[in-house]
């Protein structure tokens, strides 16, 4: 089972991206969900989780610049992305937290450039 993370694409410095990750009820219903992401030549890193019941953490350099949120009817995971730096640019993927490696899907581009 992979959690398949949509939405990325390429903005400019600036621009905003909102990404979906959809999963089975019976992965997203009792976990915290957490968005990763992975930049040419580091490793992956959390940027944001949500737990159950609505609570968040988010990575520092991304804190009120993006909004995590979940949509338990729709078993979705979203990452509003706003204010949008180049070092931004990476991969991004949806998983557990903690993550599961068999959850790990292919992700989604973000590319931020002008």
């Known amino acids: 089972v992979q959690l398949q993370a949509s939405g990325g694409g390429l903005v400019q410095p600036g621009g905003s991206l909102r990404l979906s990750c959809a999963a089975s009820?019976?992965?997203?219903?009792?976990?915290?969900m957490g968005w990763y992401r992975q930049a040419p030549g580091k490793q992956r890193e959390l940027v944001a989780m949500?737990?159950?019941?609505?609570?968040?953490i988010y990575l520092d350099s991304v804190k009120g610049r993006f909004t995590i949120s979940r949509n338990n009817a729709k078993n979705t995971v979203y990452l509003q992305m706003n204010s949008l730096k180049p070092e931004d640019t990476a991969v991004y993927y949806c998983?557990?937290?903690?993550?599961?490696?068999?959850?790990w899907g292919q992700g989604t581009q973000v590319t931020v450039s002008s």
């Open positions: 009820r019976n992965i997203f219903s009792i976990n915290t």
């Open positions: 998983n557990t937290y903690p993550m599961l490696p068999l959850y």
């Open positions: 949500i737990t159950s019941g609505g609570s968040t």
